[in-house]
């Protein structure tokens, strides 16, 4: 058995309180001292102490120890700014050798689902980064919270990548398990990779759920549970922030985490990098028309699209695209860009608002419809930008719920 360790690292760009009355006043779309201070205190609860404990393990353990990562262009960007030690703290993890970053759309976007031209064109971006931050040429691609279907598979194969990430989602798989590399159907040879969420999720979502009849979560009852699966790599895929953000320092993750290689090891349970599955035969052909995700229990795209506001929203968002370009504005194509960050729409989800604390992560609003206001007057200055005469969306009447 193998064990696969991948960890996302994604910070928006989140929107200052624009008003109706700024539009065509002025530009400043984003929340400079919100993310500045979000960006410090994730970096210091969570990125710093976390990559210093990675360095430990990696220096213990040498090359029997690996993780994976993909970082957002505009988590890059932030690091740049406001958190150098944590750029520095990833260039030292990269040097070890030991750890594979991935490709993905440098501004954590839906794009595929609206501008191949674009989406294209974000990913090369994010590679470019990559290869200057960290010196690596990725070979596996990793979608925005792992959204995926045959046609992105097909599409992300003839841009020369090897392998793509998903959710081992259980309408998917039907019987089979995630344990295995699959091949996605439309594809030559594109390997897919899937998450065993139930595993993934102990350790990001439940390990300090008093709750949960497992807890407390120890690492010799998680050993135990590697060690009575079936297949041949287990891919714990999950979020960064999981080690001292959204599982606090005091629930006992460090430690976890700190004392998990050796007791893994221990068992003849090897790490690997995305990159070294390659190499497996693909247990089966997966076929898989509708997008899938990794995000809360329905694994579509529900999240970011499963409302009218939200798919308003995107939708006058690409609208604007093919102006945008023709402007020539290197700043207003930025500001394009990081619109199109998937956190937008979601901060507009209703499905769970009322009790889903994911939700709410980091969430600036009190109400989607308020993100939704503020996203719209945003687009309407953008319009203004481009030379447009017309209000994106006229002046909304209706109440929060007829709208919605």
Avoid at 128 to 133: A, E, G, M, P, R
Avoid at 306 to 313: E, F, L, T
Wanted: include cysteine; hydrophobic fraction near 35%; glycine fraction near 4%.
């Amino acid at each position: 058995m193998k064990i696969c360790l991948y960890f996302q690292v994604h910070q928006p760009y989140r929107l200052a309180n624009y008003k109706v009355f700024d539009i065509g006043n002025h530009s400043n779309y984003f929340d400079e001292k919100n993310n500045k201070e979000i960006m410090q205190k994730v970096a210091k609860k969570c990125y710093i102490p976390t990559n210093k404990l990675l360095l430990k393990l990696i220096n213990t353990y040498g090359d029997k120890f690996k993780i994976a990562f993909s970082v957002t262009g505009v988590a890059l960007e932030q690091f740049e700014k406001y958190a150098p030690e944590v750029l520095d703290l990833f260039k030292q993890l990269a040097d070890t050798g030991n750890v594979e970053f991935l490709s993905e759309t440098y501004y954590h976007s839906l794009s595929y689902i609206y501008s191949k031209e674009e989406f294209k064109s974000q990913v090369l971006k994010h590679a470019n980064k990559i290869k200057s931050l960290f010196g690596q040429d990725p070979k596996i691609f990793r979608n925005t919270e792992l959204i995926f279907n045959n046609e992105l598979a097909n599409f992300v194969e003839g841009m020369g990548y090897k392998g793509i990430l998903t959710e081992g989602a259980d309408h998917i798989l039907g019987w089979r398990s995630p344990n295995y590399t699959y091949k996605a159907k439309t594809t030559n040879d594109l390997k897919l990779l899937l998450k065993n969420y139930k595993l993934s999720d102990d350790i990001a979502f439940r390990f300090s759920q008093h709750s949960w009849e497992e807890h407390p979560l120890t690492v010799e009852k998680f050993v135990n549970w590697v060690k009575e699966s079936p297949g041949e790599t287990i891919n714990l895929f999950m979020d960064y922030e999981t080690f001292g953000e959204h599982q606090w320092k005091d629930t006992g993750i460090f430690e976890f985490l700190e004392k998990l290689p050796e007791e893994l090891l221990k068992e003849g349970i090897e790490f690997v990098n995305p990159k070294d599955l390659l190499v497996h035969e693909p247990k089966d052909e997966l076929d898989i028309h509708n997008f899938v995700s990794w995000a809360d229990v329905e694994r579509d795209l529900s999240a970011w699209l499963g409302n009218k506001i939200q798919v308003s929203a995107i939708e006058e968002l690409y609208k604007l695209e093919k102006k945008v370009k023709e402007s020539g504005d290197p700043k207003l194509l930025e500001d394009w860009r990081k619109l199109s960050t998937s956190d937008h729409f979601y901060y507009m989800c209703t499905k769970w608002f009322n009790d889903g604390d994911v939700h709410k992560y980091f969430n600036p609003y009190d109400s989607p419809y308020e993100a939704f206001i503020t996203y719209i007057n945003i687009l309407n200055d953008v319009a203004k930008r481009i030379g447009s005469k017309e209000q994106i969306i006229a002046p909304i009447t209706e109440s929060p719920s007829q709208t919605i």
